[in-house]
């Protein structure tokens, strides 16, 4: 099934937030195939956002992205609009994923983040 980055890295973490919590058999089996199935994806989405922020960030001294407030910051300001295009792309590049869609009855408690 061919679906986008961004939506393997959100199942990843809705995974991560979700696996805190006790839930009925099928729907941990089910949780835990899904992290299987989108981990690789998501490792590499993180590898390839952090080249991207470094090619468009100011960089401290050990090679990584000056934050300020949480964000990094620009080296040039006017390059905003390229890193944020960039970053659509790759949030928007298609993968071949082991998984499937499926309805899945929710538990009957869940935190906002999950």
Do not use: W
């Amino acid at each position: 099934m061919k679906v986008s980055m961004i939506e393997l890295v959100r199942a990843n973490l809705a995974v991560k937030e979700m696996e805190r919590q006790e839930l009925p058999y099928e729907l941990a089996a089910a949780l835990v195939k899904l992290k299987r199935a989108t981990q690789k994806d998501f490792e590499a989405f993180l590898e390839l956002e952090k080249k991207l922020v470094r090619k468009y960030a100011v960089l401290d001294e050990t090679g990584n992205a000056a934050l300020e407030n949480g964000h990094f910051k620009f080296r040039d300001l006017s390059e905003a609009p390229a890193y944020l295009e960039e970053r659509r792309e790759l949030e928007e590049t298609a993968v071949e994923a082991a998984i499937s869609r499926k309805a899945v009855i929710p538990p009957e408690n869940i935190s906002p983040q999950a």
